[in-house]
């Protein structure tokens, strides 16, 4: 069990300019969820994945946020035209439908943007 | 819709002195709850779980939580912390039923004082 890795950990782009981010998740788990978390905020749910199917979307996702898990196996997180405010760190997680819905989910260490 | 409040953005401690970090949550639905612990610039770990049964749950590295129904509180404690235990601290909810999303607290950061 490698754990939930996320990449990059780091990027730091220009406003404007459109960036991804890569998850992959423990192996046996089929269920993958994004979220945004800022300076001094909680973590914030921006969207779920149960195999390759988005079955939810937070508001928080805007048109230039899109997500996707083709194969039901990693994700990607995109942001198009990246403005100064999407300037957070963005974590990743996943669980296993096998063990019920015990609500634990095991976090990546994150992919930190800055938007200059 | 669930929401979690953390009143205590910050607190700070001295070694060896017992530690309550509040949280208090609102929910239409029945909910299980959790307390997370985030190292400095590190992932999420789950600390503890309150899924059903015993209202005093315990977790890693010596943290207990109590579920307290009619206040809609699950605080969390420490009879005696270490250095190792600064971090950030936080308390979260998900309903029963459906998939696990947690909704976040804003957090509460702990250090403990030498």
């Known amino acids: 069990d490698t754990g939930v890795s996320q990449n990059p950990r780091h990027k730091i782009t220009k406003r404007g300019q459109n960036v991804t981010f890569r998850c992959d998740p423990i192996s046996e788990h089929n269920r993958l969820y994004w979220y945004r978390q800022t300076l001094g905020q909680g973590p914030e749910f921006l969207t779920y994945?149960?195999?390759?199917?988005?079955?939810?979307k937070s508001r928080l996702l805007s048109d230039r946020f899109s997500a996707e898990r083709p194969k039901g196996s990693f994700s990607t997180l995109e942001i198009q035209r990246t403005e100064q405010g999407d300037s957070a760190m963005y974590l990743c997680?996943?669980?296993?439908?096998?063990?019920?819905?015990?609500?634990?989910?095991?976090f990546g260490e994150g992919s930190r943007l800055t938007v200059l | 819709a669930q929401s979690v409040t953390q009143l205590d953005s910050q607190v700070p401690v001295f070694e060896e002195a017992p530690v309550e970090l509040r949280c208090n949550y609102s929910?239409?639905?029945?909910?299980?709850l959790f307390w997370y612990v985030q190292y400095p610039n590190q992932g999420l770990q789950l600390l503890l779980k309150y899924l059903s049964g015993s209202t005093l749950v315990k977790g890693i590295n010596g943290f207990e939580a109590e579920f307290n129904k009619s206040q809609t509180s699950f605080h969390l404690r420490k009879p005696s912390v270490h250095i190792s235990d600064t971090a950030e601290y936080f308390c979260a909810v998900s309903p029963l039923f459906g998939n696990e999303k947690l909704t976040f607290g804003t957090g509460t950061r702990l250090t403990i004082i030498p």
């Open positions: 997680a996943s669980s296993s439908r096998t063990s019920g819905n015990t609500g634990e989910l095991f």
């Open positions: 929910s239409s639905v029945s909910v299980y």
């Open positions: 994945f149960q195999n390759e199917a988005q079955l939810e």
